[in-house]
């Protein structure tokens, strides 16, 4: 399994993401999820990916090699739809984060194309992504998208995306994550969502991969592999697990607790 | 979807679980899946349900009833089975919490015989339980129960179970419990893991029932709906929050951040 996080906040941009892969407990590998695309004073491109690692490369295969839009891609974009509609883009290349966003559904459709029918009669066409980044002279924007090959996007209201293995984590983000968070303190709440994940479930795994984006920037901010012996994490891994262990103790018992025991049903 | 916790201590057994259950999110109702057998001095048995209520309904009602139990069931019994092998049993007649356990199993597996062909064409015949409790002369015990009608016994290791929505809530869990927690803490701390589940999915709600009971007292110790308006609850919930807010807020930055940015990798 995979868990991937992208938050979006005025600040910035912070991507997280574990790097296991797994086919079956006794099958597991370190597979990059979070992948870069930066040119420096121009873009900052960031894309995790959840799902059939199969699929995943393939997309990004096809975004390597470059593809075209299709006219119904051309027909959402406006304006700002490329003049010559057989141009091939790539990530470094495709003109706004939007842009980028439909060219990565685009790939996806075409990998579902191709590998989908086979895949349906099995586990499936299981693929998601977060993608997120700036493009100079654009907003700085984040999105996710589906394996169907559309996308939402990020907003004030909801700053962030997960997927893969999300549950575990989700907790600790709907109750510390907003859209003004500092990018050092986003960094350290997707840290304690990660963390919350790997105690309770196996498939998810280090070391993991960070991505910070300072909005206007047009240049990463910090990128790094964050290991398992990795200092800062374990401080912070043992300072709130004491922190909450303490919180959980000053928390008061129920004072219903010497309370008769309330009616009994009847058997059932 | 639901959420049922049962946590067994040295002090005795909590069991937790909410009561909303949905056919889609606009058709949503309150059960109670929290279900509570006691002859004051003798045994205190309960029992929490997850997946098709259908399903939780009809294995209730066998219980009711009372059934005989299978060949197979008296072949692992070994000493205790019973002597007329023809009689039926309630959770109020079976003999030990073991057989108890049985004995539901084997209500499942007498709804599955029935409704499981026509079931298993469409949403798959999905159901877990979770029984704990103790009879006179015998220890207290904590099962958890699959739709194939077997069941796992709770350890000293694990001991706690969760069915339904469970991965919100295990963080928490695999945190805090072990298996000398009192009896106050582990009510609390189910509440704390209850929170973290109403706080990211809109499928499990209050009110909740509680079930406390003390090893060897043979008579319920504590029995609670807890409603939305429970003030206990809102002033656990609030100190909680605030409690987490501090301790996040307390966390070092990372000492990496003002490292030089990674090696970026190629462009993917």
Redesign the interface.
């Known amino acids: 399994m995979t868990y991937c996080i992208g938050m979006l906040s005025e600040p910035g941009l912070v991507m997280l993401a574990d790097t296991r892969t797994h086919a079956g407990v006794d099958n597991i590998s370190t597979f ?1 999820k979070l ?4 040119t420096p004073g121009e873009r900052v491109l960031g ?1 995790t990916t959840a799902g059939n690692l199969a699929i995943s490369q393939s997309v ?1 295969g096809l ?2 090699e470059g593809l075209r839009f299709a006219p119904e891609d051309l027909a959402v974009m406006g304006p700002d739809a490329p003049t010559e509609p057989d141009t091939a883009f ?3 290349t495709v003109p706004t984060v939007f842009q980028a966003a439909l060219l990565v559904g685009r790939a996806i459709r075409n990998v579902y194309h191709t590998d989908g029918p086979s895949l349906g009669a099995q586990d499936g066409f299981q693929v998601s992504m977060i993608l997120g980044g700036q493009i100079r002279g654009r907003p700085l924007r984040l999105f996710q998208l589906y394996a169907a090959g559309n996308f939402v996007e990020a907003t004030r209201d909801t700053p962030y995306f997960q997927i893969g293995e999300l ?6 983000l ?3 994550m907003h859209p003004g968070i500092r990018l ?2 986003a ?3 997707g840290l ?1 969502s990660v963390d ?2 790997l ?3 196996l498939s998810v795994g280090m070391p993991l991969d960070l991505l910070v984006y300072r909005r206007d920037d047009f ?7 964050i290991h398992e012996d990795d ?2 994490y374990h ?2 891994h043992d ?3 004491r ?6 103790a ?8 010497d ?1 008769p ?5 009847r ?2």
């Open positions: 990059r992948h870069v695309w930066e894309l990004r975004l390597r790539t990530l470094e549950k575990y984590g989700k907790p600790i709907d109750r510390l050092e303190e960094v350290k709440l304690l919350s994940t105690k309770s479930n240049r990463v901010t910090l990128r790094r592999r200092a800062y401080r912070m300072a709130w697990s922190h909450l262990a303490e919180a959980y000053g928390l008061p018992d129920p004072d219903w607790w309370a025991p309330g009616p009994g049903d058997p059932a």
